[in-house]
């Protein structure tokens, strides 16, 4: 999959860079049709204390359709687990949604060729 990762405010680590891209590949199981995504590193600083939370956004792009996730975390790492498995979800719902119109329409041909026999 084609990434763009960006970090805002702060340099990114090869070993995080290289993280995030072999845990968005794993993806590709899921739905072999993505064409592509971007990644928003952020680094918060929390009202209350003086630690930084980490904020990361994910963008994926798919034909007809783009799924987003945003996850906050005390490390990249941990929300990119966390975005990984909502992005699961998400990528399920849209192939069972797009095999639900594929079959409609394939048994809407059906049922009009079935009529033209008549």
């Known amino acids: ?70 996850e906050m975390a005390t490390t990249f790492e941990e929300a990119m687990d966390i975005a990984i498995e909502a992005l699961k979800v998400q990528l399920k719902r849209f192939k069972e949604k797009t095999q639900e119109k594929s079959l409609g329409s394939r048994q809407v041909l059906i049922n009009m060729s079935m009529a033209s026999e008549s």
Not at 33 to 55: H, Y
């Open 1 to 70: 999959m084609k990434l763009q990762v960006h970090s805002i405010h702060f340099d990114a680590d090869k070993k995080l860079l290289e993280f995030i891209q072999s845990k968005l590949n794993k993806l590709d199981t899921f739905y072999d049709r993505i064409t592509g995504g971007e990644v928003f590193l952020r680094l918060d600083k929390g009202e209350n204390t003086k630690v930084r939370s980490k904020t990361l956004e994910v963008k994926i792009n798919l034909p007809g359709a783009t799924l987003f996730v945003r």
